[in-house]
């Protein structure tokens, strides 16, 4: 799967380096390798490098994204950031980690989706979080104001 087909995101802002698993619509396992290059570490933490929550969040989240959006990108469209529920972090990200992202789809109805999403590290519960997301016209975005 090419990855930049499917998600809008491009660096320093895409956090999925590679597809491991994926049922189109159902459930996709991705990886991300954090990196010491990170440009986050720069300030989070200096001295204490931490993967920030809201960051394994988006990981989450793109990686929802990825397991609608090759149906919904040639259609035209986004699945854009609605809402989470229940975010739990349960021990820190550091520079070096290999997180292992799944998400399955629970839920698309009506223009939106929900997933069930975690996060592993070794074998190890990282996050996990529900994610929502709004599936959008790509020129709904183009033409927003400013």
């Known amino acids: 799967m ?8 491009r ?3 895409l956090f999925i380096d590679r ?3 994926i049922e189109e619509g159902k459930r996709v396992v991705a990886i991300k390798n954090v990196s010491y290059d990170e440009p986050v570490f720069q300030g989070h933490f200096p ?3 931490l993967f920030p929550g809201v960051l394994q969040l988006e990981c989450m989240a793109q990686a929802s994204g990825l397991c609608v ?4 990108a040639d259609e035209g469209r986004i699945g854009v950031l609605a809402g989470i529920e229940g975010a739990r972090f349960y021990r820190p990200v550091r520079p070096g980690d290999q997180l292992r992202i799944e998400a399955e789809i629970v839920g698309l109805r009506r223009g939106f989706g929900k997933a069930q999403a975690k996060i ?3 074998g190890e519960n990282v996050a996990q979080a529900t994610i929502t997301f709004a599936l959008r016209s790509r020129e709904e975005f183009q033409q927003a104001p400013r």
């Open 19 to 21: 597809v491991l698993e």
């Open 11 to 13: 660096f320093p802002f």
């Open 69 to 72: 959006g090759a149906g919904i």
């Open 2 to 9: 090419d990855i930049q087909q499917v998600l809008p995101h």
């Open 120 to 122: 592993l590290c070794e």
């Open 47 to 49: 001295g204490l490098p």
